[in-house]
T-cell receptor, first 115, second 117 residues
Framework: AQSVTQLGSHVSVSEGALVLLRCNYS??????LFWYVQYPNQGLQLLLK??????LVKGINGFEAEFKKSETSFHLTKPSAHMRDAAEYFC?????????????FGQGTELSVKP | EAGVAQSPRYKIIEKRQSVAFWCNPI?????LYWYQQILGQGPKLLIQ????????DSQLPKDRFSAERLKGVDSTLKIQPAKLEDSAVYLC???????????????FGPGTRLLVL
C-alpha cells in the first residue's frame, strides 16, 4: 500500500528565509507525487507534480521539489519566503491505475511566515 | 476555463438530520472525486466516478453516505443521518479521463464546510 508522511505539522519561518517542507513516501511501484497548497477557506491548488521525468520539479510561486528515490523523499523548497506563502501544504502520492488512481495525502504542514 | 464548482459553501445541521452537497466538475472531465477533509488531516477519498460509473467507494460509509453522478456530469453527495463526526470539509475534484499510467492532475473545488451540532 502507498502512503505519505509529512514531517512537522507546523513550520514557521521568517520572511525571506528558506522554506523546507518534508515529505517521505512509501510505494511499491514508481510513484507519481504531488504538492498541493490550501489557503484558508479554499480548495487545494496544485503546486507541482513529479511524473518520472526530471527529478527536480519546478512549480508555481517559486516552489520546487526534488524526487530522491534512494531516500523515498519529495521535499518542497522555496529559497525566499513571502508572507503570501502562509498556508497549509499537502504532499500526495497517486495510486496505480488498477487501484483507481486516487491520491493518498499526508496530514499536511501549516506554514507560517513571520515579518 | 471555469473551475470545479461546489455548493453550498457552508452548512450547519443538527445530528440525525440529512444534508446534500452538489458538485459541477470542469467541462469535459470524465473522472470525479469526493474527498472528506477532517480538521487537521489531509483529504481522504470517499468515492470516485469515471463518467457515471463508480470506480472506488471502499472508504464511503454506505450506511449513511450516498453519492450519484447521473448523466456523467455533475454529482451529489448525501449524508443521512448525519453524525457529529461527519463535521468536515467535503471537497470535490475532477480530472480528465483516467487511463493506465495516467498522470492526470486533479483539480479541486472550494469545498463545502459542514458542521454537525
Amino acid at each position: 500500500a502507498q502512503s505519505v508522511t509529512q514531517l512537522g505539522s507546523h513550520v514557521s519561518v521568517s520572511e525571506g528565509a528558506l522554506v523546507l517542507l518534508r515529505c517521505n513516501y512509501s510505494s511499491s511501484v514508481p510513484p507519481y507525487l504531488f504538492w498541493y497548497v490550501q489557503y484558508p477557506n479554499q480548495g487545494l491548488q496544485l503546486l507541482l507534480k513529479y511524473t518520472s521525468a526530471a527529478t527536480l520539479v519546478k512549480g508555481i510561486n517559486g516552489f520546487e521539489a526534488e524526487f530522491k528515490k534512494s531516500e523515498t523523499s519529495f521535499h518542497l523548497t522555496k529559497p525566499s519566503a513571502h508572507m503570501r506563502d502562509a498556508a497549509e501544504y499537502f504532499c500526495a502520492v497517486r495510486t496505480i491505475y488498477n487501484q483507481g488512481g486516487k491520491l493518498i495525502f499526508g496530514q499536511g504542514t501549516e506554514l507560517s511566515v513571520k515579518p | 476555463e471555469a473551475g470545479v464548482a461546489q455548493s453550498p459553501r457552508y452548512k450547519i445541521i443538527e445530528k440525525r438530520q440529512s444534508v446534500a452537497f452538489w458538485c459541477n466538475p470542469i467541462s469535459g472531465h470524465a473522472t470525479l472525486y469526493w474527498y472528506q477533509q477532517i480538521l487537521g488531516q489531509g483529504p481522504k477519498l470517499l468515492i470516485q466516478f469515471q463518467n457515471n460509473g463508480v470506480v472506488d467507494d471502499s472508504q464511503l460509509p454506505k450506511d449513511r453516505f450516498s453519492a450519484e453522478r447521473l448523466k456523467g456530469v455533475d454529482s451529489t453527495l448525501k449524508i443521512q443521518p448525519a453524525k457529529l463526526e461527519d463535521s468536515a470539509v467535503y471537497l470535490c475534484a475532477s480530472s480528465q479521463e483516467l487511463t493506465s499510467g495516467s498522470e492526470e492532475t486533479q483539480y479541486f473545488g472550494p469545498g463545502t464546510r459542514l458542521l454537525v451540532l
